[in-house]
């Protein structure tokens, strides 16, 4: 079981290495824009987990197409801090910007319930989330 000291040290440790530059030293004296850095860092850092999330999720769509079964506890120990397919200083490509992503759908077909243990029914036209 991932504790949630390792979980934190996890999320600075993949901070750190999204943060370019400086190697994570803000060298300006300026609370202000010490205070934008820090912020300019969680928010790449957030986009950057939400896509690898994203990634997965499609994955996981794709092999229960293909009739995998999915076991909510392998879905536990996945990590959106993946760096191996992430170009941190990346390619000059423009191509990408002309293309239309498909809408995003948060459904996912896997059961979590045997992770959330006898929790209570959602009320009344609200879902819980997976």
Do not use: C
Request: net charge negative; proline share 7%.
């Amino acid at each position: 079981m991932i504790t949630a000291a390792s979980k934190v040290e996890s999320f600075n440790w993949f901070s750190q290495w999204i943060g370019i530059g400086n190697r994570g030293v803000i060298a300006d004296n300026d609370p202000i824009e010490q205070e934008k850095t820090m912020k300019f860092n969680a928010l790449l850092t957030n986009a950057v987990i939400f896509h690898n999330t994203l990634d997965i999720t499609e994955i996981v769509r794709q092999l229960l197409e293909e009739g995998w079964e999915i076991d909510p506890e392998d879905l536990a120990h996945i990590s959106p801090y993946l760096t191996e397919r992430i170009r941190r200083f990346g390619e000059d490509s423009t191509y990408e910007l002309g293309l239309v992503p498909e809408a995003y759908d948060p459904h996912l077909d896997v059961d979590f319930s045997p992770l959330r243990g006898d929790a209570p029914p959602a009320p009344d036209g609200y879902s819980q989330a997976a």
